[in-house]
């Protein structure tokens, strides 16, 4: 392995992360920024309860790009390219426009970014484990674990798939409270689902399983 890949793959966690890093606080300052503003929040109807549960569904979503990020890469050594140094503005700019989109005038379009923000997340995850699986270093996690498959993203895309349709459908047609708040619930689930996800698969990685055993006692000290 020749100097330069070793330098990449030793300081690309601290590159990305201190990028990523900034432009969240970018993004958490947008979202603070948004709930100080709005009087509406605070008025006694349903209207509110939907833009809250909006709110929150968008603050765990910018939790988890962070923990997508942290997670992979101070778990994995790979070679990156560079685009996935240009993929965290991306991401914050889709992040953006979800803090912009929180209105209720304009919940179809809020439906359709966070559909385009998780199918990213979701990908940029994948490709970033397909590299690492390459690497000699992270053999120890990926030996007893099979490369995934179309079939293991079904329910994601299904989930997807479903968040976008609504999300057209919200922008061309009056959608009433209770239908908006079942949405925002069932996506609400999603994004607490791949929390879930993330944390076994973290907690995997850092089990005695991986881990090299201690060596063995020596019986001859007694």
């Known amino acids: 392995m020749n100097d330069i890949s070793t330098r990449v793959r030793s300081t ?11 432009i969240q606080a970018l993004v958490l300052e947008q979202l603070w920024t948004h709930v100080l503003n709005n ?13 809250w549960t909006q709110i929150f569904t968008t603050l765990i979503a910018i939790i988890l790009v962070w923990l997508v990020y942290a997670v992979n890469v101070t778990r994995f ?3 990156p390219t560079v685009y996935e140094f240009i993929l965290p503005f991306w991401v914050g700019f889709i992040q953006l426009l ?3 989109a929180l209105a209720p005038t304009a919940i179809g379009f809020w439906f359709i970014l966070m559909g385009a923000l998780f199918g990213t997340m979701i990908w940029i995850a994948q490709t970033t484990l397909r590299k690492a699986r390459l690497d000699g270093g992270n053999a120890s996690f990926f030996a007893t674990i099979s490369p995934a498959t179309w079939s293991d993203f079904l ?22 409270h209770l ?8 996506l609400l689930s999603f994004a607490c689902l791949h ?7 973290w907690q995997r990685s850092l089990s005695a399983h991986d881990n090299p055993s201690p060596p063995p006692p020596d019986h001859n000290c007694l």
Do not use: C, E, H
């Open 77 to 79: 050594r790979w070679l």
């Open 98 to 100: 979800v803090i912009q």
């Open 179 to 186: 239908i908006n708040l079942s949405m925002l619930l069932i």
């Open 195 to 201: 929390f879930r996800i993330l944390t076994i698969g």
């Open 155 to 176: 329910p994601a895309v299904a989930i997807i798939g479903l968040i976008l349709i609504f999300g057209l459908y919200a922008a061309n047609f009056k959608t009433g």
């Open 39 to 51: 009087d509406g929040l605070y008025a006694l109807n349903w209207q509110p309860l939907t833009t």
């Open 12 to 22: 690309v966690p601290a590159v990305v992360l201190t990028l990523l890093g900034i």
